[in-house]
């Protein structure tokens, strides 16, 4: 394993804790217990005492360390991917991941000032998700099972095109649950398995609709991914590099739908809501890496990965796919 | 490059968009405006009482903050449900709702209203104010708070009262029934002021009694308005002078 690859895993952890991290300040209602930005009530940020992490500052301020921190990783990665890797694409990765993180930031302090306007915070919590699936794929790609798969890589357009509709399903999931989130919508259903007792909400209101749109949801991305599975399982059987992440995938899903249940019938618990942001942001990823790998195909041969620097221009280029 | 330009300026525009909030339109000035006569005005009493079983008090974890701990006592629970001797329903926000006549006038009290963030609770509770009138909300604790205001109507704010004696103002332009107001340090505060563009209003005490004194004359809908309950209206009628009485009774199931 080369160190870049050590070093995007890293990123990839850090970040689903600010994830996670993030999803505690919204779950405890804590968005606002830094009332300013990028000051912390009047402080520099990096220098506010310890002490002062009281109540609901501790989640707020704790996610702006942490993010500040990812941050920092993401300026790294950037300058480790500019020296050792060879493929422009994937430094060009690097970038987006860095101008993600930067308008990431940015987003987190304009909610805060203007009192987290659901638009802003629902875009603040889909972003997270897409820099999330940035680290991921910088991760897979600088992955030794990527550069030098054990076997020719899978080639099946009908496997292309149903992973990657079941990722963007998921995504779609996701912002459909910041916005029931952000717009205060998540108990807009109070029980559960049923609507008000029955299948569908005798009345309908907004908060509902974004409520039972979200378990339709649910319903949608367990069918799809179910049938992915009867597909990749009878179509390319003993191929592991889509297997695992197969297994990890519908476990996760399992996982979730449960832990939504538990989200309505706990009252939004705070531990629970958040583990369910964090656990939905894995079976994204998870649905992205079993997407890419059924792309790997397309990708071709893949350059060493190499200590020298990239050459600018003074050389014949090397073909870099 | 003109094409990232026009998608930077229109991204700017979408956000500024997404981020702005309207100030409420200005209650435009009466030029028919009177004052109330007092040699005609009357009174409207009453008292507020919950029947059935109240809800379990809910307990506060203000562990998160020692300051609060050492402040509140062992064991604090919610003050959302005040129930006394008799069945006296508390902090239940009592004011006319409909019936007065929009030519009488009233002068906006210069004094200031009082929240106190005491025991990292909000107290009183519940109060009323005027439209106009300045609310005054104190920090007596020894840690940080804020005072985050979550109108419907009126502009919503956000205000640090960082160290203890620190106090922030606030002025409400429309009449609003009711403004929630927390504190995101402490997720367990909460207040609620009711404002209004009369003075007709009152909120029920320990012995779930209330007050509206110098009514003028005329048939006007009362409401009563618990955070928990719900509200109710009655009708009542005032002659000149007149001292009327309207109870209210809420369960739990209101």
């Not at chain 1, 002490?51 to 989640?59: A, D, E, K």
Request: net charge neutral.
């Amino acid at each position: 394993m080369t160190w870049l690859h050590r070093y995007t895993r890293l990123l990839v952890v850090a970040t689903l804790i600010l994830i996670t991290a993030g999803g505690m300040v919204t779950s405890t209602n804590s968005g606002l217990a830094v009332p300013d930005w990028p000051t912390t009530w009047g402080q520099n940020m990096f220098t506010f005492p310890w002490s002062g992490m009281v109540g609901g500052i501790f989640y707020e301020h704790g996610h702006r360390l942490i993010a500040s921190g990812v941050g920092l990783l993401t300026i790294g990665l950037l300058i480790f991917l500019w020296r050792v890797e060879p493929r422009r694409w994937v430094r060009r990765l690097g970038a987006a991941a860095l101008a993600a993180v930067v308008l990431q930031g940015l987003l987190g302090g304009i909610t805060v000032l203007y009192l987290l306007p659901d638009a802003v915070s629902i875009s603040h919590a889909g972003l997270a998700q897409l820099f999330f699936c940035l680290t991921v794929t910088i991760a897979l790609v600088t992955s030794r099972g990527w550069r030098e798969p054990a076997a020719a890589p899978v080639d099946d357009g009908r496997l292309r095109r149903r992973a990657a509709l079941l990722t963007g399903l998921v995504y779609v999931q996701i912002l459909v649950g910041a916005t029931m989130r952000h717009t205060g919508a998540g108990l807009a259903i109070p029980d559960f398995p049923l609507a008000f007792g029955g299948l569908l909400p005798p009345t309908w209101t907004q908060d509902i609709a974004v409520h039972f749109l979200h378990r339709v949801g649910a319903v949608v991305v367990t069918a799809v991914a179910v049938a992915n599975a009867a597909y990749i399982w009878r179509r390319h059987p003993g191929r592991p590099e889509l297997s695992r992440p197969l297994v990890v995938l519908l476990l996760a899903i399992v996982g979730q739908v449960t832990l939504g249940a538990f989200v309505v019938l706990t009252g939004k618990q705070p531990v629970v809501n958040t583990l369910h942001v964090a656990l939905g942001a894995a079976v994204l990823v998870t649905s992205l890496v079993l997407t890419l790998r059924a792309y790997r195909v397309r990708f071709g041969r893949q350059p060493e990965a190499t200590r020298a620097a990239p050459d600018l221009g003074t050389a014949a280029p090397v073909r870099q796919s | 490059m003109k094409a990232r330009l026009t998608v930077s300026a229109l991204a700017l525009a979408l956000l500024a968009a997404a981020c702005g909030q309207e100030a409420p339109a200005p209650v435009p000035e009466n030029p028919n405006a009177r004052p109330v006569d007092p040699a005609t005005a009357g009174s409207i009493t009453g008292r507020i009482t919950f029947t059935g079983t109240p809800p379990v008090p809910e307990t506060l974890r203000m562990g998160t903050d020692a300051a609060c701990v050492q402040g509140a006592g062992p064991n604090p629970v919610s003050n959302a449900v005040l129930i006394g001797d008799e069945g006296a329903l508390e902090n239940v926000f009592v004011h006319i709702r409909d019936g007065l006549d929009p030519d009488y006038s009233f002068e906006v009290p210069a004094e200031e209203v009082i929240l106190d963030q005491r025991g990292c609770v909000y107290t009183p509770r519940v109060l009323g104010i005027r439209m106009g009138q300045t609310l005054k909300v104190l920090n007596s604790d020894p840690t940080m708070h804020n005072v985050h205001a979550l109108p419907m109507e009126n502009l919503e704010f956000n205000k640090s009262t960082p160290v203890q004696g620190s106090s922030t103002t606030a002025v409400f332009t429309v009449p609003e029934v009711m403004v929630r107001f927390m504190c995101n340090v402490h997720g367990w505060m909460a207040a609620w002021v009711g404002v209004k563009e009369h003075p007709y209003f009152d909120v029920a005490g320990p012995d779930g009694t209330f007050t509206l004194e110098g009514v003028p004359p005329g048939t006007y809908t009362i409401e009563a308005w618990h955070e928990k309950f719900g509200t109710q209206t009655a009708t009542v009628t005032i002659g000149e002078g007149q001292a009327e009485t309207v109870s209210f009774t809420f369960t739990n199931q209101s």
